[in-house]
């Protein structure tokens, strides 16, 4: 039960999207700036009234009612400029009625979903994507985003200014979401994205980032609750992935801000509901039995996820399932999590061999993991010489202060103590 | 059927801000004065001035205008966070200057503004009135 | 039972305008359950928010003007009214204030000098 006059948890941020979306959708995509103009200055009102008169019974309704005035006021003022510029141009203009504005629950999941395919652009970089997102459709501030992404607040403003440029002179046309499906892959991978930036290990701004996988989440069900998609089973199994995901989040640090691996991660912290919610999600998916990467990838984070202990995962079924991922996706990151399931089913040489004959993609595609991974499986080994040439080479290419740490605990691991 | 929709448009727009504007506002009254003013004032000139005061505040009493008019007492504390530390000091002539205040009922800023200048305590040196619109959003609440 | 009007101060229009939405909301709860508190428990009158612009009536070489409210200087944002026993309880009560842990707040607190015969 919610109490009364509690806000639930994100409902700055989340009405924040939501206003912007339905009143874009009024103004038109290319006054998307003046949309989050008005509705800063509604959130603002609210901050300035709700902290005299308290938070009212029905706050999103408050809000509502704030903008929706706001924005009538800014298109009568404009009609009333342009009256006097010239009745030419007015009579050109494109007017709405100012009943148009309708914040009932279908419009305001439909005028999020045409904002999330304006934010994912088909001429607009990944970077620029999330930036928008964050900011138009979370309410994130810039600063947030920044956090998040670990970058000052003046990259993050560039790539709104583009990204907003970008919007702005599209032909994207909202009015019909029948596109929804056709930019549906652009959306999700998004959408994960935003997921997998939240999802890194990282010692700073963890509030942030967890936030951020939960906003992909949201977004995500936006997804799931259209009536304009019809079919959903890749939706639903993103979703499941993320929940089940999501759901190891709060295990992998300890309370001394260090990475736990998997195989020593305390399973009782991993939280219920949200594999509950993975699970049934992933029932979900697998009805249309449509495999997708996103399916395979979540009935792999299942079966960690259900596992009573590392090793008593089923790898076999894990290392079959990145098999059939290969033939979707036959990429070297792939590959390198394959190795991982060949270790702990075929033996660590096997592993190891695999994974050499990987080095030349690893050579262009600069991942520290992948050091990493030889590292520990050469450790195992007792090859402690090649080990600690490939910890050296993974804390070199790690990019957190986290990640280094680590490494560098593990690489210590593995000198034997020195006698005294 | 174009020039109806924009006729529509223009009309709502203006219903909307008279609306806002007929619905009677709330207006505070800070009245400010440099120093304790009555207390420089001889005992004659007192009585005059409250009575003068008096007649003012229940004219626009009865003229259903006034929701409250107090005046402050002088004493007073101020507590101040800065960074999160909370302090405490005594209001001195110095840092304060708010001897009373009224809440108004006025049509718009302009009305309440010539309330506050009918306010027969300018006939001495010295007196403010600040004017500041009680917020309010019209349709809520 | 006395009665105490307390102003809310403060250098900026908002201390709080520059926070993120979500400190925003945090600030909008606490303050927001802290004077529900006062209402439910019968201390607050009335708590109001007054808007920033607004004009000053003064008088200047013998004649009445309407200046522009002054932004730069300390504004008051808004006001308590208050019912206490006395006023280091009124003193109390504002110091339980919650926006003080956010952004550089002032209140002043002043009792009122109650005049008969008004209302």
Redesign the interface.
């Known amino acids: 039960m919610k109490k009364p006059n509690q806000l639930i948890a994100h409902c700055f941020r989340n009405e924040y999207g939501k206003m912007i979306s339905v009143i874009t959708g009024y103004l038109g995509i290319e006054k998307v700036h003046t949309a989050e103009d008005i509705v800063q200055e509604t959130l603002y009102r609210a901050l300035q009234h709700w902290t005299f008169d308290g938070i009212p019974n029905n706050p999103e309704a408050w809000l509502y009612t704030t903008a929706k005035n706001l924005a009538i006021n800014t298109v009568a003022r404009s009609n009333n400029l342009q009256n006097i510029k010239s009745r030419l141009e007015l009579e050109m203009g494109d007017v709405k009625p100012t009943d148009g504005i309708d914040f009932s629950e279908g419009e305001i999941n439909d005028s999020q979903l045409k904002m999330m395919m304006a934010c994912c652009h088909a001429e607009l970089s990944e970077d620029n994507r999330l930036a928008l997102i964050l900011k138009i459709l979370c309410g994130f501030s810039v600063k947030e985003i920044a956090n998040a992404f670990f970058t000052n607040t003046e990259t993050i403003n560039k790539r709104l200014v583009r990204g907003r440029k970008k919007i702005r002179e599209s032909s994207l046309d909202l009015d019909d979401l029948d596109k929804l499906e056709k930019h549906l892959d652009t959306m999700q991978q998004a959408i994960y994205l935003l997921f997998n930036e939240g999802y890194k290990s990282s010692q700073k701004n963890i509030q942030v980032r967890y936030d951020l996988c939960l906003e992909a989440v949201r977004l995500c069900e936006l997804l799931a609750n259209s009536k304009s998609i019809e079919n959903k089973s890749e939706v639903y199994a993103l979703l499941a992935l993320m929940f089940l995901n999501a759901s190891r989040f709060q295990a992998r640090m300890n309370s001394e801000n260090t990475i736990i691996e998997l195989s020593q991660q305390d399973r009782n912290l991993w939280d219920k509901s949200m594999r509950y919610k993975g699970l049934q999600y992933l029932d979900w998916a697998i009805k249309d039995k449509k495999v997708s990467k996103y399916l395979i990838l979540a009935t792999i984070s299942a079966n960690h996820c259900v596992a009573p202990s590392y090793n008593k995962t089923n790898w076999v079924e894990i290392l079959r399932l990145y098999d059939t991922l290969l033939e979707l996706e036959n990429s070297p990151v792939v590959r390198l999590n394959r190795a991982i399931a060949v270790s702990n089913v075929h033996g660590n040489q096997q592993a190891i061999f695999e994974l050499e004959s990987l080095k030349d993609d690893f050579l262009s595609h600069r991942n520290h993991l992948y050091h990493a991974t030889l590292a520990a499986l050469y450790g195992d080994e007792k090859d402690e010489k090649k080990a600690i040439k490939h910890y050296k080479e993974a804390i070199a290419l790690a990019s957190t202060e986290i990640d280094k740490e680590f490494l560098k605990k593990k690489w210590e691991a593995l000198v034997p103590i020195s006698n005294s | 059927m174009r020039k109806t929709v924009l006729l529509m448009c223009l009309l709502v727009g203006t219903l909307t801000s008279m609306a806002q504007k007929s619905e009677s506002a709330k207006f505070m009254f800070l009245v400010h004065s440099g120093k304790n003013q009555m207390t420089e004032m001889s005992a004659q000139h007192q009585k005059e001035h409250i009575q003068k005061v008096g007649a003012y505040i229940g004219g626009l009493a009865k003229l259903g205008k006034l929701i409250d008019a107090q005046p402050l007492a002088m004493e007073g504390e101020l507590i101040s966070a800065k960074d999160g530390q909370v302090s405490q000091k005594k209001l001195t002539i110095a840092n304060q200057t708010i001897a009373g205040y009224y809440v108004v009922k006025a049509k718009d800023l302009e009305e309440a503004i010539a309330i506050a200048k009918a306010d027969p305590r300018f006939e001495e040196n010295g007196w403010q009135l600040e004017v500041r619109p009680i917020k309010q959003v019209s349709g809520i609440n | 039972m006395k ?1 105490f ?1 307390l ?1 809310i101060r403060s250098d900026e229009d ?1 201390p ?2 520059n926070f ?3 400190e ?2 945090k ?3 606490k ?3 802290y ?2 508190e006062l ?1 439910k428990s019968g201390k607050m009158k009335s ?5 920033s ?7 200047k070489n013998g004649s ?1 003007v ?1 200046g522009p ?1 002054n932004e730069t200087k300390e504004v ?5 009214h208050l019912m206490a026993d006395d ?1 280091q309880e009124a ?1 109390r009560i ?2 339980a204030d919650p ?3 956010d ?13 008969e015969g ?2």
């Open positions: 009665e009007m102003f908002n709080l305008a993120s939405l979500k925003q909301q600030h909008v709860e303050v927001s359950a004077i529900q209402v708590a109001q928010p007054l808007e612009e607004g004009s000053v009536v003064s008088l009445l309407d409210y008051i944002s808004g006001y308590y006023l003193i504002a110091k926006r003080f842990e952004g550089n707040w002032k209140i002043e607190v002043r009792q009122i000098m109650k005049v008004i209302n």
